[in-house]
T-cell receptor, first 111, second 116 residues
Framework: SQQGEEDPQALSIQEGENATMNCSYK?????LQWYRQNSGRGLVHLILIRSNEREKHSGRLRVTLDTSKKSSSLLITASRAADTASYFC???????????FGQGTTLQVKP | GAVVSQHPSWVICKSGTSVKIECRSL??????MFWYRQFPKQSLMLMAT?????????EQGVEKDKFLINHASLTLSTLTVTSAHPEDSSFYICSARDSRRNTEAFFGQGTRLTVV
């Protein structure tokens, strides 16, 4: 079953612009993770944020978590054409590695 | 970093045959592994939790007799799609988490199954 929603479903921006994707979930969580998937390929783990954390950075990525609103956002700054991919949030309710994925956002970065 | 190897990366089989997909944790032990399925342009759906030495736990709507899961060792789980049909064509991907460390789960490369 899907945990929640991601929006937008699709996002098209110019290289150099920032991209923001949002994820909402329904149940309490232990942590939330963001993944990238290039077309037809496997998943690349981007960042993990725990329920007691509010913000995390990794390079050009910034993730926020608001457990009161059951939502998270992923910001990619200074986007590049190579960032073109689908991005998924996934929640782990029990810290077991069992993930429930959001519906994903397809990002297109135009050169 | 931790590596999960999935094999094969792609397979084409005839309708009615069975296909086995392997998921191995290469440098860590995993008492639990997870199997997901992804249809084109959709998200990943959790199919089942594979438990070492015991029966798998299947998500609602997933047929346990059709998707046989075996987790005989701490580093290997297998998913067998029995009597495959064209509607089983999908991308199957496994993940595993180091039982001794509090880290994220690591994903295999995925298996593209096409049933003709």
């Amino acid at each position: 079953s899907q945990q929640g929603e991601e929006d937008p479903q699709a996002l098209s921006i110019q290289e150099g612009e920032n991209a923001t994707m949002n994820c909402s979930y329904k149940t309490s969580i232990n942590n939330l993770q963001w993944y990238r998937q290039n077309s037809g390929r496997g998943l690349v783990h981007l960042i993990l944020i725990r329920s007691n954390e509010r913000e995390k950075h990794s390079g050009r990525l910034r993730v926020t978590l608001d457990t009161s609103k059951k939502s998270s956002s992923l910001l990619i700054t200074a986007s590049r054409a190579a960032d073109t991919a689908s991005y998924f949030c996934a929640t782990d309710a029990s810290n077991t590695g069992k993930l429930i994925f959001g519906q994903g956002t397809t990002l297109q970065v135009k050169p | 970093g931790a590596v999960v190897s999935q094999h094969p990366s792609w397979v084409i089989c005839k309708s009615g045959t069975s296909v086995k997909i392997e998921c191995r944790s290469l440098d860590f032990q995993a008492t639990t592994m997870f199997w997901y399925r992804q249809f084109p342009k959709q998200s990943l759906m959790l199919m089942a939790t594979s438990n070492e030495g015991s029966k798998a736990t299947y998500e609602q709507g997933v047929e346990k007799d059709k998707f046989l899961i075996n987790h005989a060792s701490l580093t290997l789980s297998t998913l067998t799609v029995t009597s495959a049909h064209p509607e089983d064509s999908s991308f199957y991907i496994c993940s595993a988490r180091d039982s001794r460390r509090n880290t994220e789960a690591f994903f295999g490369q995925g298996t593209r199954l096409t049933v003709v």
